[in-house]
T-cell receptor, first 114, second 111 residues
Framework: DAGVTQSPTHLIKTRGQQVTLRCSPKSGHDTVSWYQQALGQGPQFIFQYYEEEERQRGNFPDRFSGHQFPNYSSELNVNALLLGDSALYLC?????????????FGSGTRLTVV | RKEVEQDPGPFNVPEGATVAFNCTYSNSASQSFFWYRQDCRKEPKLLMSVYSSGNEDGRFTAQLNRASQYISLLIRDSKLSDSATYLCVPEQAGGSYIPTFGRGTSLIVHP
């Protein structure tokens, strides 16, 4: 049973560029959340998708946007990259209605902005 | 005030030691609480849930104090493999189930 799959694993981008990160949730899961984890910090909630709609959003600018597809997979897009966007981006999936005990995290995409 | 506050450490302890971490949270409406473990450059993984009555799982004990809004994690007989960052996670109430992560406490167990 595949867990949460994220791609790519590593990425280097230049300031001002745009990036798309991808996430396939665990089989049976329909809700996807994205987190940003800067070095030495805990994961910070970006947004959550369910039924192809953004349901909750953390304190992140509009440069961060997302999408969820009918097969529950999701994308995170970041426009106009800043050096401060360098972080580990984590995707977590769960079944709608389950709490954090049901979360499964992917191994993340490490983004470096130069 | 941050939503979740943890001492970042690191806590340096010898094998076999007992070590305890505390975490305070600001949202009094938080209903569920968890401890996650995160190994270096890996994803967080659920370690255990925290119940009002306390929760014990082998060498690990978690406690919740709602009145003072803190949760704790006690690790007995530390192993080298316990070296990791431990993240305190209260969960938003109201069904949205958005875990809010603290910055974590780093534990280093040495021989």
């Amino acid at each position: 049973d595949a867990g949460v799959t994220q791609s790519p694993t590593h990425l280097i981008k230049t300031r001002g560029q745009q990036v798309t990160l991808r996430c396939s949730p665990k089989s049976g899961h329909d809700t996807v959340s994205w987190y940003q984890q800067a070095l030495g910090q805990g994961p910070q909630f970006i947004f959550q998708y369910y039924e192809e709609e953004e349901r909750q959003r953390g304190n992140f600018p509009d440069r961060f946007s997302g999408h969820q597809f009918p097969n529950y997979s999701s994308e995170l897009n970041v426009n106009a990259l800043l050096l401060g966007d360098s972080a580990l981006y984590l995707c977590a999936s769960r079944r709608q209605g389950e709490g954090a005990y049901g979360y499964t995290f992917g191994s993340g995409t490490r983004l470096t902005v130069v | 005030r941050k939503e979740v506050e943890q001492d970042p450490g690191p806590f340096n302890v010898p094998e076999g030691a007992t070590v305890a971490f505390n975490c305070t949270y600001s949202n009094s409406a938080s209903q569920s609480f968890f401890w996650y473990r995160q190994d270096c450059r890996k994803e967080p993984k659920l370690l255990m849930s925290v119940y009002s009555s306390g929760n014990e799982d082998g060498r690990f004990t978690a406690q919740l104090n709602r009145a003072s809004q803190y949760i704790s994690l006690l690790i007995r007989d530390s192993k080298l493999s316990d070296s990791a960052t431990y993240l305190c996670v209260p969960e938003q109430a109201g069904g949205s189930y958005i875990p809010t992560f603290g910055r974590g406490t780093s534990l280093i167990v040495h021989p």
